[in-house]
């Protein structure tokens, strides 16, 4: 398969694989946070962490958009989909999370009706069949969905439709990796950057942190090949004693991203001047909400929610691993009473979970619960 | 390091309702089987939890089995819902080692149902069945009211005998053994996905339904003594089928996962929906576990059968880690390989 198979082929693999245990200082310790969910997965999938020199320490990050979306959030949309004249659509990975009182899928066994989609352009293909419902769209996610969530309500709004709404939970990535530089436990040598939030938004917003924190950057593509290469151009910045924003996944993201992208989300969203994130806490201007042009499709204008505050499960420590200051089998509950089919935080649910991925792939673990 | 997992458990049944997971065919399911269900009907056949229920019936071995078929649509490429219903249940008896003997057949037909589309799955059925030489003697036949049912749901009861020459024993089962799959995997479950047109995502590709007995006993004529288990991977896909059988041993298994052959169809599909091709439905594969000194003439046997000439050996079976199936890949990279969990593609057989 094209774009696949080159970028998994083991010889050049092992070949890479050589390069950085040739480059990295055994006197030296690296830890590198991969900020984006989708590489914890990859990470895992492939078996990386049993290639790379154990000095090099990979920290899983916060871009993983359900298991940064507060419990309180998840009761909110759930308190949508109760209503009898709605219908709620959401990502897959938004099926298992929990809520204060079950997840979208326990509800939907007790009848509610909640349909998995794969794009928010279904969601408004329901809502044009369904005229006697409300059709309300759970959007989560960074740069990478935002657009599409934008683009789907303008054109929701170019067909008149007056059934269908969006409950916004887009965040954006660089106010949290910003919070995590700011935090007093960070001990983060370099960032492996998000491949597919920096399709949109290319490059440039992560150059304060090589300038403002000297940490290197490279924006890495997904799989095995892409995120070695990525780690041996970190090695090479940090032995240069550099700190630059790097593009590994040319191949994909444009330096500059993706404009007509970048256009259509600020036709709809803007930034809420704080938002909850689960672990990190409230992060100023870090999440988007709908403007108040668009209120017609602004299912928090639209629906009395409860917009109560939720804290975690007692034990559970979602934040010390979101922010990697815990691995995934630190936490007290990980593989006991949290695992994949009785999550108690969503870094369990979504495959890009770290707790999920370690708990699904990790070989090497001490211990892993029945 | 070594790895540390608790032994198996009859795992406990907790849940207050009935989800799309527990017929999935993963975790929830054998939760619910083996929780709720198993325990009030104890008895030691059905705890053995085989795909076929064995029998000594005045010295004759007798493997008996039944399966439901739900899904949706009820045509999709490759196959329809009667063809599924014949050739599922008689590869729950082929991987027993039972040359069928007989089915039955349940229909739960939906009022409103057009009789053409029942006539044509009665004949799907008939066809599949004769070419399999089994005959269909009896069954069921009950109508629900419109919007009650999908249309229809077939449920079939099969018999069979179990071959003389099998010794199908997991406890047999030793480091070394190698582990044989018929053919490319995950064809069903992803035709089934696309086929509900839910997704714009189109391919060429068709279901794999088909009997499985002519490989099997195949691998009964050449190597009865290696051969030590069987299984055909329908829901929950290989990866479910291999962590039941570690789970109740005292070894691992490691398949090499660049061996795994699929369509590129079905590796595009899973690659974009993020799905792993170890959990997706087949239903015209299976898998054995052969000894180590038979698995080259195993392999052998099956390739020279018509269909199964993309048989390979994938995986071997290891002493560590025990009670896991881990993949490994061409660079030395290693995942575990578990079980489905939750529900990815609902009402695929």
Request: with cysteine; net charge negative.
């Amino acid at each position: 398969m094209k774009y696949v198979d080159e970028f998994r082929d083991p010889e050049v693999i092992a070949g890479v694989v050589r390069e950085i245990a040739r480059t990295v200082d055994p006197a030296r310790q690296y830890r590198v946070m991969e900020v984006c969910g989708g590489h914890t997965h990859s990470i895992y999938r492939h078996g990386l962490r049993d290639v790379l020199p154990e000095n090099i320490e990979l920290v899983h990050g916060p871009g993983c958009p359900v298991c940064v979306l507060p419990t309180g959030r998840v009761d909110d949309g759930l308190a949508i989909a109760s209503r009898d004249d709605v219908i709620l659509t959401c990502f897959g990975d938004m099926m298992r999370v929990p809520g204060t009182k079950g997840t979208p899928l326990e509800l939907k066994a007790r009848g509610a009706d909640i349909r998995m989609v794969y794009s928010p352009l279904d969601a408004l293909r329901i809502a044009d069949q369904n005229p006697n419902k409300h059709v309300c769209f759970f959007a989560i996610g960074f740069e990478t969905t935002a657009p599409s969530t934008a683009l789907t309500i303008l054109r929701a709004q170019a067909l008149g439709l007056t059934n269908f709404s969006v409950f916004s939970n887009h965040v954006t990535i660089v106010p949290a990796m910003r919070a995590i530089l700011d935090s007093p436990d960070m001990r983060i040598d370099a960032f492996v950057g998000p491949g597919h939030v920096t399709t949109i938004t290319g490059c440039r917003p992560y150059e304060f942190i090589a300038r403002d924190y000297a940490k290197p950057v490279v924006v890495s593509g997904f799989e095995p090949l892409d995120i070695l290469e990525s780690i041996l151009m970190i090695l090479h910045q940090l032995h240069a004693g550099e700190a630059r924003v790097e593009n590994q996944y040319k191949r994909i993201v444009p330096w500059e991203g993706n404009p007509p992208a970048l256009r259509a989300m600020a036709a709809v969203f803007e930034l809420r001047p704080y938002f909850e994130w689960r672990g990190l806490g409230f992060i100023s201007q870090s999440a988007l909400a709908i403007k108040p042009a668009l209120a017609a499709f602004d299912a928090e204008r639209i629906f009395e929610i409860p917009g109560v505050r939720v804290t975690d499960p007692r034990g559970a420590q979602c934040g010390e691993v979101l922010k990697g200051v815990l691995k995934p089998p630190q936490c007290k509950l990980f593989g006991t009473e949290c695992n994949p089919e009785h999550p108690v935080g969503a870094l369990m649910v979504s495959s890009e979970g770290a707790c999920a991925a370690y708990y699904r792939y990790a070989v090497h673990a001490e211990t892993v619960g029945a | 390091m070594t790895v540390v997992r608790a032994a198996r458990k009859t795992p406990r049944f907790a849940d207050t309702q009935i989800e799309m997971a527990h017929g999935a065919g993963g975790t929830a399911s054998r939760r619910l089987v083996e929780g709720l269900i198993a325990p009030y009907f104890a008895n030691p056949v059905l705890q053995a939890f085989t795909d076929a229920a064995g029998l000594s019936v005045d010295g004759a071995r007798i493997a008996t089995t039944a399966d439901g078929f739900v899904v949706k649509p009820l045509r999709f490429p490759g196959g329809s819902i009667g063809e599924l219903a014949v050739n599922g249940t008689l590869n729950d008896l082929a991987v027993s080692a039972a040359k069928p003997v007989a089915l039955m057949a349940t229909l739960i037909l939906e009022e409103g149902l057009p009789a053409s589309t029942l006539e044509s799955e009665i004949e799907a059925m008939a066809i599949a069945a004769r070419r399999a030489g089994v005959p269909i003697v009896g069954g069921d036949t009950k109508v629900v009211e419109h919007g009650k049912a999908d249309g229809m749901y077939v449920s079939t009861f099969g018999i069979g005998t179990v071959d003389p020459r099998a010794t199908l024993d997991p406890a047999s089962i030793r480091p070394g053994d190698k582990v044989l799959l018929s053919g490319p995997i995950g064809a069903h479950g992803i035709t089934i996905l696309l086929a509900r047109g839910e997704l714009d995502i189109q391919a060429d590709l068709v279901s794999d339904t088909r009997p499985v007995w002519p490989f099997v006993a195949a691998l009964l004529e050449t190597c009865p003594a290696g051969l030590r288990w069987m299984r055909d991977p329908t829901r929950g896909g290989v990866a479910t089928s291999l962590n039941e059988l570690v789970h109740a041993g005292d070894y691992g298994v490691a398949l090499f996962e660049e061996r795994i052959p699929m369509h590129d169809a079905v590796r595009g599909a899973c690659e974009l929906l993020g799905l792993d091709p170890l959990h997706i439905a087949n239903e015209g594969q299976f898998i054995a576990v052969v000894a180590e000194e038979d698995a080259d003439a195993a392999l052998a046997a099956v390739r020279a059968v018509p269909g199964g000439e993309g048989a390979v050996l994938i995986g071997e079976v290891r002493a560590e880690p025990r009670r896991r199936v881990i993949g490994v890949n061409g660079y030395g990279g290693t995942r575990v390989i578990d079980m489905l969990v939750g529900d990815p593609l609902p009402r695929i057989c």
